[in-house]
């Protein structure tokens, strides 16, 4: 991935991380940005970094991330083939007595770090946009200027918002939590492979 525009979004992002009031509560030095393919179909956005993700640089490999994998190698799509981010890119974390465990990003966390996932979408143009969970549907659906649609509501289909398709899917996490999702995220990534072979 080579791209200076997303490049400098990533080392704009990293100072700004860096910089953010203290009682935001999070692993401001570890940030996670992007990767794969710069001219991927295929662009995949999560909700931020775990634990693992902020401590080995990279996206999508702890528990969901294998989950994720999973998911994928059943229908023959290989991480390689896409491009992988976060709506938010630093890991963000419960304060206090449980200090070190993971939360989900605020409404203002997620709007300050609109700028640089357009500049991903903006530069990678991505055939198929896949969130994965509320937070990078939310992420998605303000940048566009669409309503925010629940993800129960919106997984499994293909929604048209100009060149681009989305395609909502649960975060690869809820299947651990919820083992009932598993057959629905199933069902979804089936689905979202269709989607994907009549691109090619």
């Not at 203290?22 to 995949?44: T, Y």
Request: hydrophobic share 40%; charged share 30%; proline share 6%.
């Amino acid at each position: 991935m080579t791209d200076e525009r997303i490049l400098k979004a990533y080392e704009q992002e990293r100072r700004r991380i860096l910089e953010l009031e203290e009682k935001i509560v999070c692993d401001r030095h570890n940030p996670v940005f992007g990767e794969g393919s710069a001219r991927a179909r295929i662009m995949l956005i999560g909700e931020a970094p775990g634990k693992f993700e902020a401590m080995e640089g990279r996206p999508f490999v702890g528990k969901a991330g294998k989950q994720l994998d999973e998911l994928l190698e059943s229908v023959g799509v290989e991480r390689n083939e896409l491009f992988i981010t976060n709506a938010v890119k630093y890991r963000p974390m419960k304060p206090d007595s449980q200090k070190g465990a993971n939360r989900t990003p605020t409404l203002a966390e997620i709007k300050a770090a609109l700028s640089v996932l357009a500049v991903e979408i903006e530069c990678v143009r991505p055939c198929v946009v896949v969130t994965l969970g509320n937070t990078p549907l939310t992420a998605v659906s303000l940048l566009w200027g669409e309503k925010v649609p629940k993800i129960g509501d919106a997984h499994g289909r293909c929604i048209e918002h100009g060149t681009h398709k989305l395609f909502p899917l649960y975060h690869p996490a809820s299947a651990i939590y919820n083992m009932a999702l598993l057959d629905v995220m199933k069902d979804d990534i089936i689905k979202l492979n269709y989607v994907i072979k009549e691109l090619l």
